[in-house]
């Protein structure tokens, strides 16, 4: 009996020593290409594309275009209804017709009249009082004759320099009120057009927003416009990775829309400020031949190359060991000088040849 439980306790302990019995996975160096990156995902915008608002609160009255049709600078895309703004264009037409000078002339000529009359009664009462000292140097006359001479013709030379200023200033009052009902005019004007949304580029209409009848402000986004056949990558950039990105690096793109197939592109611009909610970075790009088909919004998925390196010593990095070391088949651990990495591999510059065979590591 106790022969037997012995028995049983020995292939109980043998049991887990069987199943733990597993093969070492080993590797060797291999020569090839490797790039160092940076990933980043982004979409595909037409260039030059922008949201369009109209500076103006209404209803879309009329909308002249459709999705997918092209425009040019200028091309009207759609109208908003705002019937104060209509009525303050009336309005500043009616105040423009009423103070056109032209239409002002005849209080002008009025004027004109009355300093003609004014200057007339000044040259004669001029004449009446040179006269009457004559006669009173001569002893005829009273000196009340004179006085009066005197203050008439004072009189009349006070109104004839009178209605020349009043003359002057109502042409100076006329010009003026053309002057500033013609700006209020224009106003009213550019105000009125600001209810027509008109395309700021030559391009395509990619979105309409709002439909007829929808209420808009100036803060409603009412159209979406870019290039109809520029388009450029936006993607993100991590802001541990930013430091290492700038102008003019290659870029290894892929799309959804086009599996399998990698295009290349460069970046153009690094926009400098962060995104402080998702801490990265905008960072576009061109591609160097542009895939048959685009649209704006396509995902996008991009290694941005750092550095690369051909027919380099490399080892995948799941047999490296603490980031520097491999374990060689011999159970040494080995110190090795790496140089680029990208996802799946290391570069191997001192500490390995391509005859050393490595094991795994156990995790």
């Not at 020569?31 to 982004?42: K, L, Q, T, W």
């Not at 936006?234 to 430091?243: A, F, G, L, N, P």
Request: proline share 2%.
């Amino acid at each position: 009996m106790n022969s037997r439980i012995s028995l049983l306790i020995i292939l109980i302990l043998n049991i887990p020593l069987f199943s733990c019995d597993k093969s070492e996975e080993s590797t060797f160096p291999t020569r090839e290409d490797i790039s160092e990156s940076v990933y980043a995902s982004g979409i595909i915008k037409a260039r030059f594309q922008y949201q369009a608002y109209a500076n103006a609160i209404g209803t879309v009255q009329q909308i002249f275009v459709e999705e997918g049709d092209s425009v040019e600078v200028g091309t009207p895309i759609l109208a908003i209804h705002n019937e104060a703004t209509r009525l303050n264009r009336e309005s500043a037409e009616l105040s423009r017709a009423y103070a056109d000078k032209k239409l002002n002339q005849t209080k002008l000529k009025d004027l004109e009249l009355s300093i003609a009359y004014a200057k007339n009664k000044w040259e004669n009462d001029s004449l009446l009082w040179e006269r009457q000292k004559r006669l009173r140097d001569q002893g005829i006359g009273t000196k009340v004759d004179y006085e009066q001479r005197q203050l008439a013709f004072e009189n009349s030379k006070t109104a004839y320099q009178t209605a020349k200023l009043r003359y002057e200033d109502l042409k100076r009052e006329i010009d003026f009120n053309e002057r500033n009902a013609g700006k209020n005019l224009a106003i009213s004007r550019a105000l009125e057009s600001e209810l027509v949304l008109k395309s700021e580029i030559k391009g395509r209409v990619y979105a309409l927003l709002k439909e007829k009848g929808e209420m808009v402000n100036a803060q409603t986004a009412l159209a979406v416009i870019g290039s109809a056949k520029d388009f450029i990558l936006e993607m993100q950039v991590d802001e541990y990775d930013i430091v290492k990105v700038q102008r003019g690096q290659k870029i290894l793109v892929s799309m959804d829309s086009y599996k399998g197939e990698v295009f290349e592109a460069v970046i153009s611009k690094v926009n400098p400020l962060m995104d402080e909610r998702s801490k990265s970075f905008t960072v576009e790009g061109v591609f160097v031949k542009e895939p048959p088909v685009l649209y704006p919004n396509l995902t996008l998925e991009a290694n941005i190359v750092l550095q690369s390196r051909g027919n380099a010593l490399t080892l995948p990095l799941a047999f490296m060991l603490n980031g520097d070391k491999v374990i060689n088949k011999n159970g040494d651990t080995l110190v090795l000088k790496t140089g680029i990495r990208d996802f799946q591999k290391v570069e191997i510059l001192e500490g390995l040849d391509e005859k050393t065979e490595v094991i795994k590591p156990v995790k």
